[in-house]
């Protein structure tokens, strides 16, 4: 118990010293304070430092932050006026065992640079918030789907996009082949019975 109270102390001292550095050397960048936690650090940027700060954050002796967990993204339709997405970039640190999360604000027809070039793991990452959000990712040379279907319409994950889709697949026997057609949302015949069982409970 001692040694992970320790730890944990050790901990917040480096997430103090890290966010310390961010605030004195990207003042200008940052927008809205630093949020710290025991596990990780969370900065909000704008759109253009994206890169800039995960190369920074990515060779930095002081951060280490090797690796790109996670990409995913919020769509807040109706929420704000002065945005539509909001996208997080989760970093970790081996050297530290920490995360820290970026955060930038999008409007509906905003593009981010791609990071392939810094992180692996961001070609797949990127594909599927694309797949999903249809944010595109400006110099990522693979950008197709990777979730949906071929010949996909729309962005499964934006709050105006129908629950049951535009498209749905189904086989037919005439053809003997799998086919798209548009969806069809009917309701079958129901019968209702008003009458309930407290009834019953009441004449016995």
Excluded at 90 to 106: A, D, E, N, Q
Aim: contains cysteine; aromatic residues 16%.
């Amino acid at each position: 118990m001692e040694k992970r109270s320790i730890r944990l102390v050790k901990i917040i001292m480096i997430l103090t010293v890290l966010a310390q550095i961010l605030r004195l050397n990207f003042c200008k960048i940052l927008q809205g304070s630093i949020l710290t936690s025991q596990t990780g650090i969370t900065i909000t940027i704008n759109k253009e430092y994206l890169n800039f700060i995960l190369k920074f954050l990515k060779n930095s002796n002081f951060f280490s932050m090797k690796s790109l967990v996670d990409i995913f993204g919020v769509d807040y339709l109706g929420r704000s006026s002065n945005f539509r997405f909001l996208v997080y970039y989760v970093l970790y640190s081996k050297k530290y065992g920490i995360s820290l999360t970026i955060k930038v604000y999008l409007d509906v027809y905003d593009i981010l640079i791609s990071s392939t070039n810094l992180y692996g793991s961001a070609g797949w990452l990127e594909r599927e918030v694309y797949d999903m959000f249809g944010i595109f990712f400006y110099k990522n040379e693979d950008m197709r789907r990777i979730l949906s279907d071929y010949g996909f319409e729309g962005f499964p994950l934006r709050k105006d996009f129908p629950l049951t889709g535009f498209f749905e697949l189904q086989y037919s026997e005439e053809e003997k082949v799998i086919i798209s057609a548009p969806t069809k949302v009917g309701q079958a015949l129901r019968l209702f019975h008003f009458s309930s069982v407290w009834d019953l409970v009441k004449k016995n």
